[in-house]
Nanobody
């Protein structure tokens, strides 16, 4: 069973930065190279929304418009970890952040999704609070 464990959240000042990590383990017959990865967030009272995603080969990396230029996705294959570097944080960035994964296939070769139902495996989340 694939296991995803997020870390790195906490209290951040407006304008500050934080790096979230998602350590992935429990591969059975696959490696991290075989998975699409998504980062999602959920603020209180709001639906979970996609923040960033990457195809299995990282040739396509997407960001939601509100975080473009501020967030950076990275996949470390040696450590089986994906990270989300988040800069210039503002109150709208607060919430629980989740990483998610799904096995790639031919239909997923050239694009990734910000839709929650498209992912099969989820972490428990890490909370980011923005406050001065």
């Amino acid at each position: 069973q694939l296991r995803l464990v997020e870390s790195g959240g906490g209290l951040v000042q407006p304008g500050g930065s934080v790096t979230l990590s998602c350590e992935i383990s429990g591969f059975t017959g696959f490696t991290l190279d075989d998975y699409l990865i998504g980062w999602f967030r959920q603020a209180p009272g709001k639906e979970r929304e996609g923040v960033s995603c990457a195809t299995a080969d990282d040739q396509v990396i997407k960001y939601r418009d509100s975080v473009k230029g501020r967030f950076t996705f990275y996949r470390d294959r040696a450590k089986n970890t994906v990270t989300l570097q988040m800069n210039s944080l503002n109150p709208d960035d607060a919430g629980w952040y989740y990483c998610a994964a799904r096995v790639t296939s031919r239909s997923w070769k050239d694009w990734c999704s910000h839709a929650v139902p498209d992912y099969d495996h989820w972490g428990q989340g890490t909370q980011v609070t923005i406050s001065s």
